[in-house]
C-alpha cells in the first residue's frame, strides 16, 4: 500500500499575493496530480462517495487521473458535475468527501480530491465546450430565477434532458453568489466561472440579466409562459448585530465589500466605483464569508486587519485553508471577544468596544454558550467595522409571491423528495431553502429539483 503523505498544492506567497487579487492556491501540476491520484487505495465501499452531495464515483475518476486518462475522468465527473473547476475550488472537501476518506486518520492524510477534481475541471475549461451538444427538444421549458450554483444545476440537467432552459439574473453577470460573493483571489471569475457558465449556453441555455423577477416580470407571468420554474435566488440578506453605532460611516456588510469588490471590481485603481477600506479594520464573524471580507480588506487598504469572534479557532467554521491563508498574510484572529458597541467620532468609527468571553455550557446545539466576563471590556482602535454574521433570503420573493409557504426565518418551504414549494409546478433549491449553506449542497438541491421536474414533466 502507498503511505506517501498528502501531497500539497502550490501557492502564491503570501508577501506576494496581499498585493494582488491573482488566485493564491495554483493547484496541482502534472506531477503532482499523478503523485496524489496514485495515493487513493480505490476501496470497495467508496465512502468518500457518501460525502459527496452530487455523488461523483470518486474513485473512478482517480483511477482514470493514475492512467493518466484525463479525458476519462472528466467524462466520470460529467456525469455528476457540470462544475467540478469550481467545486474543486471552494466546495469544503475537508467536511465532505475528504472527510470520509480511509486514509484520513492515517496513511498520511485524505487524498486531496478536491485539488484532483480541479485539476479536471481546469483540463476541462481548456479543452472548451465542444464536446457539448444541445439535445433534441421536448416541447417543454422551465424558467430558473438566480443564476448561483442551485439555478446553474439545475439549468444543466433540465437542458439536458431537452428542456428549453431560461434563466433570470438579477445582476449584469451570471453567477450568483460565485460572482459576486467569493473573492477573485479563490475563484476567478473569467479563466474559471464564465467558462463554466459557457458550458450552459453550449447546451442551449438562455440567461435573461439584469431582470429581477418580481419586478420587471412576475410569477405570474412565468407560470403563463413556462412549464415549470425553479427559484434559486440565494440569501443575499445581511444580518448585523443590533448594537449602539451600527449606523456611523465605516460600518458595512461583508455582503457589500465583496459585491463592490468582485462584481463591480472595485478594488482596481481605474474604479468607476472605488471602495473604501481603512487602516485599521474590524471583522465581525468567523466563517468563510469572513475570511473573505477580511482578505479582501487587507488587500485594498493594506492596514490592519482584525477578526473578531467570540468563540476559540477550533469552533471557527471557516475552512481551515482560509484561515491560515487569512493568518499567513497578516490578519489578526481576535477570539473570545464580542462586540457590544461601536464607537465613532464626528459620525465616522473611531473604534469598537468589546468583551471577553469564556464558553459555558452547551446549548441545544451542543456547541459551548459563549459567556461575556465581568468586568473584561475592552477597545480596540479601528476605522472601519464590516460585519459578517451570516445572511438571510431576500424578501423581495415572499412580497412578490406570497401565496406560497415560507418558514419563520423566511426561507422557502419545499417537499424534501421533490423540492416543489406549496405552489405545484413551482420548486426551489439552495440557501433560499436551507438558509446560507455550501456551493456543492445548492447545487445537490438543484440537482434534485430538476429530477423531479423533468420526471414530471416528461
Given at each position: 500500500m502507498n503511505n506517501a503523505p498528502r501531497n500539497k498544492t502550490l501557492h502564491q506567497s503570501a508577501q506576494e499575493r496581499i498585493h494582488n487579487f491573482k488566485e493564491v492556491n495554483l493547484g496541482f501540476d502534472d506531477a503532482l496530480m499523478l503523485e496524489e491520484a496514485s495515493r487513493c487505495i480505490n476501496c470497495k465501499n467508496a465512502p468518500c462517495r457518501t460525502g459527496c452531495p452530487v455523488?461523483?464515483?470518486?474513485?473512478?475518476?482517480?483511477?482514470?487521473?493514475?492512467?493518466?486518462?484525463?479525458?476519462?475522468?472528466?467524462?466520470?465527473?460529467?456525469?455528476?458535475?457540470?462544475?467540478?473547476?469550481?467545486?474543486?475550488?471552494?466546495?469544503?472537501?475537508?467536511?465532505?468527501?475528504?472527510?470520509?476518506?480511509?486514509?484520513?486518520?492515517?496513511?498520511?492524510?485524505?487524498?486531496?480530491?478536491?485539488?484532483?477534481?480541479?485539476?479536471?475541471?481546469?483540463?476541462?475549461?481548456?479543452?472548451?465546450?465542444?464536446?457539448?451538444?444541445?439535445?433534441?427538444?421536448?416541447?417543454?421549458?422551465?424558467?430558473?430565477?438566480?443564476?448561483?450554483?442551485?439555478?446553474?444545476?439545475?439549468?444543466?440537467?433540465?437542458?439536458?434532458?431537452?428542456?428549453?432552459?431560461?434563466?433570470?439574473?438579477?445582476?449584469?453577470?451570471?453567477?450568483?453568489?460565485?460572482?459576486?460573493?467569493?473573492?477573485?483571489?479563490?475563484?476567478?471569475?473569467?479563466?474559471?466561472?464564465?467558462?463554466?457558465?459557457?458550458?450552459?449556453?453550449?447546451?442551449?441555455?438562455?440567461?435573461?440579466?439584469?431582470?429581477?423577477?418580481?419586478?420587471?416580470?412576475?410569477?405570474?407571468?412565468?407560470?403563463?409562459?413556462?412549464?415549470?420554474?425553479?427559484?434559486?435566488?440565494?440569501?443575499?440578506?445581511?444580518?448585523?448585530?443590533?448594537?449602539?453605532?451600527?449606523?456611523?460611516?465605516?460600518?458595512?456588510?461583508?455582503?457589500e465589500l465583496l459585491t463592490r469588490a468582485n462584481l463591480m471590481q472595485a478594488y482596481k485603481e481605474d474604479a468607476v466605483t472605488p471602495i473604501y477600506c481603512g487602516k485599521s479594520i474590524a471583522v465581525i464573524g468567523a466563517g468563510n464569508v469572513a475570511m473573505d471580507a477580511a482578505r479582501t480588506a487587507k488587500r485594498i487598504g493594506g492596514g490592519e486587519v482584525y477578526i473578531i469572534y467570540r468563540r476559540g479557532r477550533e469552533e471557527m467554521p471557516a475552512r481551515a485553508e482560509e484561515i491560515d491563508h487569512a493568518e499567513e498574510e497578516g490578519i489578526k484572529l481576535v477570539l473570545f471577544t464580542n462586540p457590544v458597541e461601536i464607537l465613532g467620532k464626528d459620525g465616522k468609527v473611531c473604534g469598537i468596544k468589546c468583551v471577553k468571553m469564556q464558553l459555558g455550557e452547551p446549548d441545544a446545539s451542543g456547541r459551548r454558550r459563549p459567556e461575556p466576563i465581568e468586568g473584561s471590556e475592552f477597545?480596540?482602535?479601528?476605522?472601519?467595522?464590516?460585519?459578517?454574521?451570516?445572511?438571510?433570503?431576500?424578501?423581495?420573493?415572499?412580497?412578490?409571491?406570497?401565496?406560497?409557504?415560507?418558514?419563520?426565518?423566511?426561507?422557502?418551504?419545499?417537499?424534501?423528495?421533490?423540492?416543489?414549494?406549496?405552489?405545484?409546478?413551482?420548486?426551489?433549491?439552495?440557501?433560499?431553502?436551507?438558509?446560507?449553506?455550501?456551493v456543492i449542497l445548492a447545487m445537490g438541491a438543484g440537482r434534485k429539483a430538476a429530477k423531479a421536474i423533468i420526471e414530471k414533466l416528461k
Open positions: 455523488g461523483i464515483n470518486i474513485p473512478a475518476f482517480i483511477k482514470c487521473l493514475t492512467q493518466n486518462d484525463k479525458d476519462g475522468a472528466l467524462e466520470v465527473i460529467s456525469q455528476s458535475s457540470l462544475l467540478p473547476a469550481i467545486c474543486g475550488r471552494v466546495c469544503p472537501q475537508e467536511n465532505q468527501c475528504e472527510g470520509k476518506c480511509i486514509r484520513k486518520t492515517k496513511l498520511g492524510g485524505s487524498v486531496a480530491i478536491g485539488a484532483l477534481e480541479r485539476y479536471v475541471g481546469d483540463y476541462g475549461l481548456k479543452k472548451g465546450t465542444s464536446a457539448l451538444k444541445a439535445p433534441a427538444p421536448n416541447g417543454k421549458s422551465v424558467a430558473v430565477i438566480g443564476s448561483g450554483p442551485a439555478g446553474l444545476a439545475c439549468a444543466a440537467d433540465c437542458a439536458q434532458a431537452g428542456f428549453k432552459v431560461t434563466v433570470f439574473e438579477a445582476f449584469h453577470k451570471a453567477g450568483g453568489v460565485l460572482v459576486y460573493g467569493i473573492p477573485e483571489f479563490r475563484l476567478p471569475k473569467d479563466d474559471v466561472v464564465a467558462k463554466e457558465i459557457d458550458k450552459l449556453k453550449a447546451l442551449g441555455v438562455e440567461f435573461k440579466l439584469n431582470t429581477v423577477v418580481g419586478k420587471a416580470v412576475t410569477f405570474e407571468e412565468l407560470k403563463e409562459q413556462y412549464d415549470a420554474i425553479f427559484i434559486g435566488t440565494g440569501a443575499g440578506l445581511p444580518m448585523f448585530m443590533n448594537i449602539p453605532g451600527e449606523n456611523l460611516n465605516g460600518v458595512s456588510s461583508a455582503n477597545v480596540i482602535d479601528v476605522d472601519q467595522v464590516i460585519v459578517a454574521l451570516g445572511t438571510s433570503p431576500n424578501p423581495l420573493v415572499r412580497k412578490s409571491c406570497e401565496s406560497m409557504e415560507f418558514s419563520k426565518k423566511g426561507t422557502i418551504v419545499v417537499d424534501e423528495e421533490t423540492m416543489q414549494t406549496s405552489i405545484e409546478n413551482i420548486y426551489s433549491g439552495g440557501d433560499a431553502v436551507t438558509g446560507a449553506a455550501t
